[in-house]
């Protein structure tokens, strides 16, 4: 239980801020306009399942202002996100587009809703160094790459259009894990 806690933990936190990102100059998709707020039909209590081990392990709730997460045990110490000005969040083709400001770069996280009670949150992983090596070839072969390194971070920046954003989503750069939503009591 320990290992799977660890496992979850460690997933969760390459999810949100990994030690190297995709990034992007500015919120994606970009020309999109900017939500005020999350919508209710996805806000609710999720829980976050590894989908390759099928692992439960902490849970994210999604309030209309933001999200904020639970660790398995309940404590609420993994963090707080709120819709501002280094949060930005944008709905375009099915997804939400979830954009976090890191210094001068934009981290982008993908909500995928594929029911009311599941909800897939996805990223171009780049932990796997073997993954990572062919991945960042791929991205260089339709982008210029701009790579910067902030503190123990390595950014490789690219810019899409929307259209090329979406060509990213639907050749499976994007992968993650599945959000299952709680039942109430």
Excluded: H
């Excluded at 496992?7 to 801020?17: A, G, Q």
């Amino acid at each position: 239980m320990r290992f799977g806690f660890l496992l979850i933990c460690s997933f969760w936190t390459m999810l949100l801020f990994s030690c190297k990102e995709v990034s992007y100059p500015k919120p994606q998709p970009a020309g999109i306009a900017n939500l005020k707020q999350l919508p209710e039909s996805i806000c609710g209590e999720y829980l976050i399942r590894d989908k390759a081990t099928g692992e439960i392990g902490d849970t994210i709730i999604i309030e209309s202002w933001g999200y904020r997460t639970k660790d398995a045990s309940g404590k609420d110490w993994l963090g707080v996100g709120r819709i501002s000005d280094t949060l930005v969040v944008k709905q375009y083709q099915g997804y939400y587009f979830i954009n976090f400001k890191e210094g001068d770069q934009w981290i982008l996280r993908l909500l995928k809703v594929k029911n009311p009670n599941r909800l897939e949150l996805l990223s171009i992983n780049l932990e796997n160094d073997v993954e990572q090596e062919a991945v960042l070839q791929k991205l260089g072969n339709k982008f210029k790459v701009k790579t910067s390194k902030e503190n123990d971070y390595v950014f490789y920046q690219i810019n899409p259009t929307p259209a090329q954003l979406m060509s990213l989503v639907n050749e499976n750069y994007f992968t993650g894990v599945e959000l299952i939503r709680k039942r109430s009591n």
